[in-house]
RNA sequence: GGCGACGUAGCCAAGUGGUAAGGCAGAGGUCUGCAAAACCUUCAUCGCGGGUUCGAUUCCCGCCGUCGCCUCCA
């Protein structure tokens, strides 16, 4: 089993990770709240959690991960706070919460798809668990930890010493206060106080029965329950973006730990946001992306992938659209690459020298904070040998690009495969293409390669005869 | 205002106290009936100004710029 260097956001360092238990590794994604379409930035984040969970595999980890869906928006009917994203977003598209919930989740989950991001162990549903929540939120009023207000109840940072500080810089939280302009909501004791049940407002739609009325449950309360469902008290791995530095994960340590009294997470992991054209995503600047946006710009899903491969999680990715369509030139490039040499090889690569050196330089950058960037240049090299006029060479450069994929998940092996499976016609025009240029007949041979074009498969001569690949040119698109 | 992150070639980006990976684009060349690949060569002194050091892109300070968080947003 290779070792695994990652960063912890909680001791801000690099270090070996040491599971809890020896052999496994069990990891919780923050998902999303499904009110809407993922953009781009959201689905970025999904890509690296599933890069780790693909590392820790091919390290020889028997990995769980879990990723909830936000299916309530633990919000009210309140006209001033203009946040009411489930909320609103039934009453936007005319349906109940439940359907907006199925909408977008099954949405999310085939965008995922599309970008090679595997499905997590466990997808909990956050509406599934409400009585869970309501023992946890029971637990801590008995521990003294959470008290019952007018509108809700809410935790009581005082009780935990060190609230906000574990993820966060020490003495920032003291400054957060100071130069915090919230009102002070009269029922909470203290302006950091975070909700774990809120009271039902009239006009809810999400509401649940409990001991302290109908209501639903706070934001950071379902991440706690069902991480430590599935994970158990303490566990290893627990991921989210740097927006959730605070509060939301420092709310999940204080209830958590406030709850079990034993450490919640035992490495936290956090995904820089990615940035569009120099700058922030904006609805009012019309840059919020989705998936369904690529095809018109001549790009795959996994382009995207791509792109985002060749970013360290914790720097900030720039997207542009040129930026895609390199990613996408780059991918092209290897599968035609692989393509070919799949075809000499006749689907023949042999097996990867677990020694080998450029598979150990891949596992060196991968293993390193998931630096995927080098791993992508390792990945170059294999792709060197691919290129090159040895046949050995060739097929150890495709088995250690097959391996590598178990990481990158690029679909390369897919892909290879798709250039022999040719129908009756197309290996028609192949065959009498390669009979025609056998007679020099180099007018026959070059209408047959425009009509194959028009099939989609673009006709190459080597030394060693015709090649041919599938272009993958997006033109079919894929509805939102 | 407070706290934090980032600023590397035309573009996307690794990285290190000792003169900077990889990809895309560009330029020149080889090969080729043509085309497409492939191959070879070529393309940066690391935001600005100080400081520490034998030596800094890499450490420290200041400035400028961008981004994030400061109650429900990946």
Not at 143 to 170: C, E, S, W
Not at 181 to 209: I, M, S, T
Not at 395 to 407: E, H, S, T
Request: charged share 25%.
């Amino acid at each position: 089993m290779t070792g695994v260097r990652l960063y912890d956001s909680a001791t801000r360092t690099v270090r070996p990770f040491e599971p809890l238990v020896a052999g496994r590794v069990g990891i919780y994604d923050c998902g999303p709240t499904v009110y809407s379409y993922q953009h781009i930035g959201n689905l970025y984040r999904y890509i690296v959690a599933d890069v780790v969970r693909r590392t820790f595999e091919y390290c020889g980890y028997k990995v769980t991960q879990v990723m909830n869906i936000t299916d309530v928006g633990h919000l009210f009917d309140d006209a001033d706070q203009g946040t009411d994203k489930m909320e609103q977003a039934a009453k936007r598209e005319g349906r109940d919460p439940a359907a907006i919930a199925k909408h977008y989740t099954d949405h999310f989950l085939a965008d995922r798809a599309k970008l090679n991001v595997l499905p997590p162990h466990v997808m909990p549903y956050a509406t599934e668990h409400v009585p869970e929540m309501i023992e946890a939120v029971k637990t801590l009023i008995a521990k003294g930890h959470a008290y019952p207000a007018a509108d809700g109840v809410y935790f009581d940072i005082t009780t935990f010493p060190g609230y906000g500080a574990r993820l966060n810089p020490p003495g920032s939280f003291a400054e957060r206060q100071a130069g915090a302009r919230v009102e002070v909501n009269d029922a909470k004791r203290h302006p950091y106080d975070f909700a774990l049940w809120r009271a039902a407002k009239p006009g809810d739609l999400q509401q649940w029965d409990s001991p302290w009325g109908r209501g639903n449950p706070g934001w950071h309360i379902e991440c706690s329950v069902m991480s430590m469902k599935y994970l158990g008290e303490t566990f290893d791995l627990h991921s989210g973006g740097e927006d959730h530095l605070f509060p939301h994960h420092e709310c999940e340590i204080a209830q958590s730990e406030a709850a079990t009294g034993k450490l919640f997470v035992r490495n936290w992991m956090h995904t820089y946001f990615l940035s569009v054209d120099g700058g922030a995503m904006h609805k009012s600047k019309g840059n919020v992306y989705l998936v369904s946006d690529f095809a018109a710009h001549g790009c795959e899903p996994l382009a995207f992938r791509m792109l985002a491969l060749g970013v360290g999680y914790r720097k900030s990715l720039d997207f542009t659209w040129r930026a895609l369509q390199d990613a996408q030139r780059r991918l092209d490039r290897w599968r035609s690459a692989i393509g070919g040499a799949w075809q000499r090889l006749q689907g023949s690569t042999g097996a990867v020298d677990p020694a080998d050196p450029v598979k150990a330089a891949f596992a060196e950058a991968i293993t390193d904070d998931f630096n995927t960037p080098r791993a992508l240049a390792q990945a170059e090299a294999a792709l060197d040998l691919v290129n090159g006029s040895d046949g050995a060479l060739r097929a150890r450069g495709l088995a250690i690009l097959f391996d590598m994929d178990q990481v990158l998940g690029l679909g390369l092996r897919a892909s290879a495969e798709a250039t022999v499976l040719l129908g009756d016609v197309e290996r028609a025009l192949l065959d009498e293409r390669a009979a025609a240029r056998a007679a020099k007949d180099f007018a026959r041979s070059d209408a047959l390669r425009a009509q194959l074009q028009a099939k989609g498969i673009l006709v190459k001569d080597t030394s060693e005869g015709q090649r041919w690949e599938r272009v993958s040119r997006v033109s079919e698109g894929e509805p939102a």
